[in-house]
Nanobody, 117 residues
Framework: QVTLVESGGGLVQAGGSLRLSCAAS????????MGWHRQAPGRPREFVAA???????NYADSVRGRFTVSRDNAKNTIYLQMNSLTADDTGVYYC???????????WGQGTQVTVSS
């Protein structure tokens, strides 16, 4: 079992920045991809960004150019740098870790991000 703990959420004004962190527990199996999803109240969870084991990244169209996902392998931690935030970025942000073969996913508890406008 892999546990994920997010931190760094909070309240920020539109146009501001916020940096989220996700620390993963140790695992004997390789994790191929880690990333972020978010969920607004009453809405389905949506993909935000992900980083692969060798550093490749993927972003949702809505955040590309504003958000940056990165990693620190020594700390088993990934980050989400969020810039130029808007009210549409408000939601609970969840960290996830994924192994491709076999496909297994783990989720954190989420951290609230609120952007005022």
């Amino acid at each position: 079992q892999v546990t994920l703990v997010e931190s760094g959420g909070g309240l920020v004004q539109a146009g501001g920045s916020l940096r989220l962190s996700c620390a993963a527990s140790e695992t004997k199996f390789a994790i191929n991809r880690m990333g972020w999803h978010r969920q607004a109240p009453g809405r389905p969870r949506e993909f935000v960004a992900a980083i692969l084991s060798r550093g490749g990244t993927n972003y949702a169209d809505s955040v590309r150019g504003r958000f940056t996902v990165s990693r620190d392998n020594a700390k088993n931690t990934i980050y989400l740098q969020m810039n130029s935030l808007t009210a549409d970025d408000t939601g609970v942000y969840y960290c996830n870790a994924e192994r491709f073969l076999p496909n297994v996913e783990y989720w954190g508890q989420g951290t609230q991000v609120t952007v005022s406008s």
